[in-house]
């Protein structure tokens, strides 16, 4: 199957939705769901979205919040650019029906309630109860389902980029450099309950702009917060095309996820120690003052880092997170009614927020390196873009500030659309496969079989994991760091081989992409000589601006 439109959209979160809104104004969208348009990590945001609301807080105050979360790697324009083009951007998201949560006492000029995170000196936190993130989504899954002019692809995995680099291979002639690259379009398995295996058919998706928004790579750890679609495949389809991908050593921790194993992953909200919940440990002790003086509301990087000290230092397996004294102040029904989903989810395993502290720990949380991007989220690749968690536009820096993630999805879908649309009004695009020369050619299986033991990869997939939670966590060395390279290379060989010996499947297509990003990691991570933000090597302990570079850049 050939598909053509004005635009390919690869993702359904915030970023990928917003994108598609935008341009199904003026043309036509493939919006493409790895499995449901419903699943991902935008629906999974607790906490919120960041922009200054109120008349207490400024944009200086935000920008100077996020530059010091960054611990000096953010790009100040990029900054710049999001948060004082973020309200505008809520607004819109006010206007499309999210329900943000009320207040009874604010300004009726601006009537939602504001929330406070770490690293935050104001509140400036819209929220929707503690599910921001669903009534984000499924208010812009309204808007796009009952758009004509956008067709969602569900169970459509993304397998590479084409671009013209992909037509000249095929006639063997000479790749143009890095500055000419243009991306036409993408290859598509069809994957899903109805067929065998997941071996479906290979469809061709071309379009003059192709936008990633496939969001992050948490599921290159073992434990994480991200939903199972987390595989960085965007960060790896656009590597492998030949774009530019920077600062992949700063995957943020959230530092309080609920420790139980029976619950798989379950964050836990900053938001709860920006309404005045305390880290303890194991003996009762407020211990994050002796790391920090903003306590508990710390920089993510800070309090992630405090805790994985506290617990190797008590020899616990956990910390805990205490609202009873937030319960003493507010009532408990007040604190039920802000965090309902939460609490609902402690009670589940075991754990009534309002009466006992919640046994947290860290986890692999946002990639807040990607694709490089510039100002208006085009990658290096001439119209090929990316937007949300899979880009690295300079604003997250050496760590992300919270709450700024949604935001960063509106306003550089926002950029992006008006860049591609200024491109096509300028009579720059074409339709279908843009200016290639010919039809795009089929995906071409060769001599694959069908994959009839899934225990290979199900046992790779978990090496990799674990392998980066090891030696490439919240605290690494360079005997780590190396070592994880040097097994990296091997599993890459042994995936390699799979890849071409079998017919392609979403696991297979996932493994390839888990292990192309763990080495783009590892790369990174070799490179930067300091401790900065979310990369803390105690080979290199300490920030060192004599290694200063803002980007490190693959």
């Known amino acids: 199957m050939r598909v053509s439109s004005d635009h390919i959209v690869i993702g359904t979160g915030i970023a ?4 598609a809104l935008k341009a199904a104004r003026s043309g036509t969208v493939s919006l493409l769901a790895k499995t449901s348009r419903t699943e991902g990590a935008t629906p999974w945001a607790q906490g919120g979205i960041a922009a200054v609301s109120s008349a207490s807080d400024s944009f200086a105050s935000h920008i100077q919040d996020t530059l010091d979360a960054g611990d000096g790697l953010c790009n100040p324009r990029a900054v710049e650019i999001t948060v004082k083009e973020g309200p505008a951007r809520v607004q819109e998201l006010i206007d499309l029906g999210v329900p943000f949560t009320k207040s009874s006492d604010a300004d009726t000029r601006f009537p939602f309630d504001l929330t406070m995170e770490g690293g935050h000196h104001q509140r400036r936190i819209l929220h929707a109860d503690d599910l921001t993130g669903k009534a984000i989504h499924e208010a812009l899954l309204r808007a796009v389902e009952q758009n004509p002019n956008i067709r969602v692809f569900e169970n459509w995995v993304a397998i590479d980029l ?13 790749h143009p450099g890095a500055a000419h690259r243009r991306c036409l379009g993408v290859y598509a398995l069809e994957s899903g309950p109805s067929h065998a295996n997941g071996h479906g058919p290979i469809h061709v998706l071309e379009a003059p702009i192709t936008v990633l928004a496939t969001g992050g790579a948490g599921k290159t750890y073992l434990y994480t917060t991200n939903p199972d679609v987390a595989t960085g495949d965007g960060i790896a389809m656009a590597a492998r095309a030949g774009a530019r991908v920077a600062n992949l050593e700063f995957t943020q921790f959230h530092p309080t996820c609920l420790f139980n194993p029976f619950a798989k992953s379950f964050l836990i909200s900053e938001a709860l120690r920006g309404e005045g919940g305390e880290l303890i ?11 920090h003086d903003m306590g508990s509301l710390a920089p993510r990087d800070i309090v992630a880092r405090s805790i994985d000290a506290e617990i190797k230092r008590l020899g616990d397996e956990c910390v805990y997170l205490d609202m009873t004294r937030v319960v003493k102040k507010h ?13 609902e989810a402690c009670l589940k395993f075991g754990t009534d927020l309002t009466e006992q502290p919640i046994p947290v720990v860290p986890a692999a949380h946002y990639t807040c390196g990607g694709v490089l991007t510039d100002e208006h989220g085009e990658s290096s690749i001439e119209n090929l873009f990316a937007i ?3 880009a690295c536009t300079g604003l997250h820096g050496a760590n992300r500030l919270a709450s700024n993630s949604l935001l960063e999805g509106v306003v550089f879908a926002e950029r992006a659309h008006t860049r591609a649309l200024a491109r096509k009004q300028a009579g720059l695009l074409k339709s279908g496969a843009g200016d290639a020369p010919e039809p795009l050619p089929e995906w071409d299986s060769g001599r694959a079989v069908p994959l009839e033991d899934r225990i290979d990869i199900n046992h790779t997939w978990k090496e990799i994991r674990t392998l980066m939670w090891d030696y490439v966590g919240i605290v690494r060395t360079n005997r780590r760091l190396a070592k994880a390279q040097e097994r990296l290379e091997l599993i890459g060989h042994e995936v390699h081989e799979y890849y071409w010996d079998f017919l392609l499947s979403r696991d297979l297509i996932e493994l390839r992409n888990l292990v192309t990003v763990a080495q783009l990691m590892v790369q990174c991570a070799l490179l930067r000589k300091e401790s900065r933000g979310l990369h803390y090597n105690l080979d290199h302990p300490f920030r060192d601006d004599r290694f200063f570079k803002r980007d490190t850049v693959l």
Do not use: C
């Open 162 to 174: 084409i671009t013209n680099v992909t037509l000249m291979k095929r006639h063997k002639g000479a």
């Open 16 to 19: 990928g939705l917003t994108y």
């Open 281 to 291: 440990n194991s003996k009762g002790e407020e211990f994050m003052k002796r790391y």
């Open 331 to 343: 009532g408990r029904d007040a604190v039920v009614a802000r965090f309902p989903n939460i609490h």
């Open 388 to 390: 949300g968690e899979v």
